[in-house]
């Protein structure tokens, strides 16, 4: 079992920076990929970035790539997202989830995921 807790979202201009962080509980934190997906009002939940258990591998959409930012420190059991050049099409609830998998591999996939964070709100006025 797995619990993740986000936190880090706010209010923030067009252009500007946050970091979202996922706290996780659970021994056996490491063996999980982790991923970020998020759901804008009116709109599916979508991925936004992803890493595996070790940190070697990442994937990100096209929407975000080269603006944000996946990471993970095991030792802390948290996995982060630093997001820059933030625009007002990256509005919506964030969400952190675990999958487990000590492979190389990635999925872009919510319903590959076995655990999910509560949410956290990002809202980039212009």
């Known amino acids: 079992q797995v619990q993740l807790v986000e936190s880090g979202g706010g209010l923030v201009q067009a252009g500007g920076s946050l970091r979202l962080s996922c706290a996780a509980s659970?021994?056996?934190?490491?063996?999980?990929?982790m991923g970020w997906f998020r759901q804008a009002p009116g709109k599916e939940r979508e991925f936004v970035a992803a890493?595996?258990?070790?940190?070697?591998?990442?994937d990100y959409a096209d929407s975000v790539k080269d603006r944000f930012t996946i990471s993970r420190d095991n030792a802390k059991n948290t996995v982060y997202l630093q997001m820059n050049s933030l625009k007002p099409e990256d509005t919506a609830v964030y969400y952190c989830?675990?999958?487990?998998?000590?492979?190389?591999?990635?999925?872009?996939?919510?319903?590959?995921?076995?655990?999910w964070g509560q949410g956290t709100q990002v809202t980039v006025s212009s």
């Open positions: 659970g021994r056996t934190y490491s063996r999980y990929a």
């Open positions: 989830a675990a999958r487990y998998s000590t492979s190389w591999s990635l999925s872009t996939r919510d319903n590959e995921y076995d655990y």
């Open positions: 890493i595996n258990w070790s940190g070697s591998n990442t």
